[in-house]
């Protein structure tokens, strides 16, 4: 059962490097998002999905781009890495429907120079 | 906007003691609420919820009450064990998914033998 799976699981970048976050599920859900977690701040939803070829975004979208071309997949870039990005981040998917649970990922750990 | 506050940790306990870590929010609607759990160097899960006022979830031995007069969802639990130890997240939706979820900073929960 791989449920939610993130890579890398850590990553150190230069400021103004590019990288791409990857997130795949296997079980066929519709939603998926992205959240950073900061150190007392819980985590904050950066940008989300609800189908294939749908994104939006969330709380604190600036710095990030994410597309969803498949069900599976949701990748997150950083187009040009800053400090304030260090941060651990979760990729998370739901089935559509009322109130159901998030399944979390193990993280990145993303530490910007 | 909406908002979710919880007592700040660490919280250390003996085994067998019981647990409470409160939890407020503010909401411009009716949310769901959630608690999820994190243990160490995994991702968030799915404690347990209530979608409206005067629900209670209940999960593993913790509960928590939706009390819409006081905005609250305190965690408790009767007699906590070793594996409990953990960071306890609380989070609301307001949407019925449950797929956008604004949360708490975290509470760090350590339970001695």
């Known amino acids: 059962n791989a449920g939610v799976t993130q890579t890398p699981k850590f990553q150190v970048l230069k400021t103004g490097q590019s990288m791409t976050l990857q997130c795949a599920q296997d079980m066929n859900h519709e939603y998926m998002s992205w959240y950073r977690q900061d150190p007392g701040m819980g985590l904050r939803l950066i940008h989300y999905?609800?189908?294939?070829?749908?994104?939006d975004q969330g709380e604190v979208p600036n710095g990030y781009n994410v597309s969803r071309s498949t069900t599976e997949d949701f990748p997150l870039r950083l187009l040009s890495a800053a400090p304030s990005q260090t941060s651990v981040y979760f990729c998370?998917?739901?089935?559509?429907?009322?109130?159901?649970?998030?399944?979390f990922g193990d993280g990145t750990r993303l530490s910007i120079l | 906007g909406d908002s979710v506050t919880q007592m700040e940790g660490p919280v250390t306990l003996s085994e067998e003691a019981f647990l409470t870590i409160n939890c407020t929010y503010t909401a411009t609607g009716y949310p769901s609420l959630f608690w999820y759990v994190q243990y160490p160097g995994e991702g968030l899960q799915l404690l347990l919820k209530a979608t409206k006022a005067d629900d209670k979830g209940s999960n593993k031995g913790f509960e928590a009450t939706y009390r819409k007069e006081t905005t609250s969802f305190h965690l408790e639990k009767g007699s906590v064990q070793v594996s409990d130890s953990a960071v306890y997240f609380c989070a609301l939706s307001m949407n019925n998914a449950g797929n956008m979820l604004t949360f708490g900073g975290g509470t760090r929960l350590m339970v001695k033998p």
């Open positions: 998370a998917s739901s089935r559509d429907g009322e109130n159901q649970p998030q399944h």
């Open positions: 999905s609800v189908g294939a070829g749908i994104t």
